[in-house]
């Protein structure tokens, strides 16, 4: 069931994720939203957005040291965009263990299958996507950094790295959301495909 909301967004149950259909029409309205045809690129671009809502409820229970929300795909919502990205997910406090990495491995499976990203490259979006979201929301780096590790070491995920330039913290990414491959965009800044020396030249810069 859909529920739209004034802000054109629509609430899906999280159980939607694990429907093939759903997440080829999310997928494909994502690519046509960037202008890629290629399924591969926007599936990892949709895959890299949801990732990080979908671990950013924990990390901010964590942060605070309250209940996790169990992030099971039935006890979950999400905000569903006009262009198929979920960019926030809603889930449930419980006194049981997360399980968050059941339903990553689940939806990792569904865009594999969709647009034949590979399983290694969307778990180590999931990596990156901790290591981003730990240190956004927590009050200094040094605690985020360690909420990520402590995090990824929990749920059986890859460990995010991280890399100290000019006394600011950032995640020394494993992953690659292709954007550079969409007509019109470049690479980011921080992509682990460009040279160490420029990656850490155009960081310094920021």
Request: aromatic share 4%; net charge negative.
């Given at each position: 069931m859909v529920e739209e909301s004034a802000d054109v967004?629509?609430?899906?149950?999280?159980?939607?994720?694990a429907e093939p259909a759903f997440v080829e029409r999310a997928i494909a309205a994502m690519s046509a939203s960037w202008g890629?045809?290629?399924?591969?690129?926007?599936?990892?671009?949709?895959?890299?957005?949801?990732a990080s809502a979908l671990v950013?409820?924990?990390?901010?229970?964590?942060?605070?040291?309250?209940?996790?929300p169990t992030m099971?795909?039935?006890s979950i919502e999400c905000e569903l965009r006009p262009d198929g990205g979920i960019d926030r997910v809603y889930g449930t406090a419980t006194t049981?263990?997360?399980?968050?990495?059941?339903?990553?491995?689940t939806?990792?499976?569904q865009v594999a299958t969709v647009s034949g990203a590979g399983k290694a490259a969307l778990w180590a979006v999931v990596a990156d996507a901790i290591g981003n979201r730990a240190l956004d929301a927590a009050g200094t780096q040094a605690h985020g950094a360690k909420i990520a590790t402590e995090l990824a070491a929990d749920i059986g995920t890859p460990t995010p790295r991280f890399?100290?330039?000019?006394?600011?913290?950032?995640?020394?990414?494993?992953?690659?959301?292709?954007?550079f491959e969409v007509p019109?965009?470049?690479?980011?800044t921080s992509c682990p495909k460009r040279p160490k020396a420029e990656r850490d030249a155009r960081l310094a810069r920021i």
């Open positions: 967004m629509s609430r899906v149950r999280g159980d939607v994720l890629t045809d290629a399924a591969r690129v926007g599936g990892t671009l949709w895959w890299c957005m949801l950013d409820p924990v990390i901010r229970a964590r942060l605070v040291n309250t209940a996790e099971a795909l039935d049981e263990p997360t399980a968050l990495h059941q339903t990553l491995a939806v990792i499976d890399i100290e330039v000019n006394a600011r913290t950032f995640v020394n990414r494993i992953s690659c959301c292709l954007v019109t965009c470049e690479m980011c």
